[in-house]
């Protein structure tokens, strides 16, 4: 059962003036009926320090996006817009409502007023407004503060997951970060729900959302209770590559977190086929530091950790020390020599990398010698 909380609406005031960048986008728009919406008013009444910007606006949005300046990124055909102002992003958006042709597909848009745009929403925590010229009014035609205090995550009408099935997705992402428990109705509606009638890609979407999350372990491990998808083992690998970056810096500087936690759950041939190669490499013990440097070198970083989170711990001296490791010789070197060219200029190189890895040499001209050794083999 979640905890309920202590949410005190008359605090969203003060919260909002403290946003950086909220001058500026008043400024912008200058009059106009404007709104923060969703989950940047969710995030405001839970006190978090930096909610997103999220701007709604009931007309069109071109003069307020001129207005702003900024980088813009504009997707017209929902009438939305992603502004980039410095250190700040604002996503704005025409108040809309929308239709759905069929089960899964992406939704038919036409403009529309503020209570139809909330109306569309995915849960009722998200849909709620608050005016930028009247910072102290709450717009919650969906009781979204009453089921935030309970800890509760509920749709806005039974046919929320039929529109749109990846809403599923979204409801493992928000009650794993916000410890929201499912109203029994939208239990019942989401356990019914069938992902096959999306696209790969935009599963694929929600799960790199959830995979940038703090913990995506749990969101990913509710997705597997609730029957969503079958992620095999990715939970329990993602679990790994939490522990894995949190504890070690130099796996966080190597590799993208996001990105490898999303190879761990993502469908597709591509993805699976890259686990399989993590899964051998978790499978292997390479005697020396030359055999781990072979093993590892040409994968993608992402593809290491999951073999690192499967056990493959070996890769830990690949990482911190053996990918650092260069010749000081070059196959030139070989050629002044008088090496001709062909295969024995690689085989030479080859031999001397391994000596060195393997601590056995440590100066250019003990390079120059394996290498030469090695090359001048039949």
């Known amino acids: 059962m ?10 969203l005031e003060s919260r909002l003036e403290a946003l950086d960048g909220l001058q500026v986008v008043r ?22 320090s930096s909610p997103d910007l999220d701007v709604a606006l009931e007309e069109d949005i071109g003069p307020f996006l001129e207005a702003l300046g900024g980088e813009t990124s504009e997707y017209e055909r929902f009438e939305t817009a992603s502004v980039v102002l410095g250190d700040m992003e604002v ?5 809309r409502s929308e239709t759905y042709p069929s089960p899964g597909d992406l939704p038919e848009v036409e403009p529309a007023s503020l209570q139809d745009d909330l109306k569309r929403r995915d849960f009722t925590v998200n849909a709620m407004a608050v005016p930028l010229d009247a910072p102290n009014e709450l717009i919650d035609p969906h009781d979204g503060l009453a089921d935030l205090r309970e800890g509760v995550l509920r749709v806005l009408h039974d046919l929320s997951f039929t529109d749109d099935p990846t809403r599923a997705l979204r409801a493992a992402r928000y009650a794993a970060r916000l410890g929201l428990e499912l109203e029994p109705g939208t239990e019942r509606l989401l356990r019914a729900v069938d992902l096959s009638t999306v696209s790969e890609d935009r599963v694929t979407a929600e799960l790199a959302q959830i995979a940038g999350e703090e913990q995506p372990s749990t969101a990913l491990g509710l997705i597997g209770d609730w029957g969503l998808l079958e992620l095999g083992k990715g939970p329990r690998l993602v679990a790994g590559l939490e522990r894995l970056f949190a504890e070690h810096q130099e796996w966080a500087e190597f590799a993208d977190r996001q990105v490898a936690i999303l190879l761990a ?3 597709g041939d591509h993805p699976s086929q890259l686990r399989r190669r993590a899964a ?3 499978a292997v013990v390479p005697a020396s530091p030359a055999q781990r440097w072979h093993l590892a070198h040409g994968h993608v970083p992402g593809v290491l950790a999951l073999a690192r989170a499967a056990g493959a711990s070996w890769l830990d001296d690949y990482v911190t020390r053996l990918r650092h490791v260069e010749l000081e010789i070059w196959g030139y070197d070989l050629l002044e020599a008088g090496i001709p060219e062909g295969p024995g200029i690689g085989r030479g190189l080859d031999a001397a990398l391994a000596a060195r890895l393997d601590g056995e040499i440590s100066t250019r001209e003990e390079e120059l010698q394996v290498a030469l050794e090695a090359a001048r083999e039949d």
């Open 2 to 11: 979640s905890a309920k909380r202590d949410i005190d609406p008359t605090l």
């Open 265 to 267: 759950v993502a469908p």
């Open 27 to 48: 400024e912008a728009a200058d009059g106009r009926p404007a709104y923060l919406v969703g989950g940047a008013v969710r995030d405001l009444l839970l006190g978090e």
């Open 280 to 282: 051998k490499l978790a």
């Open 91 to 95: 996503d704005v958006a025409r108040t």
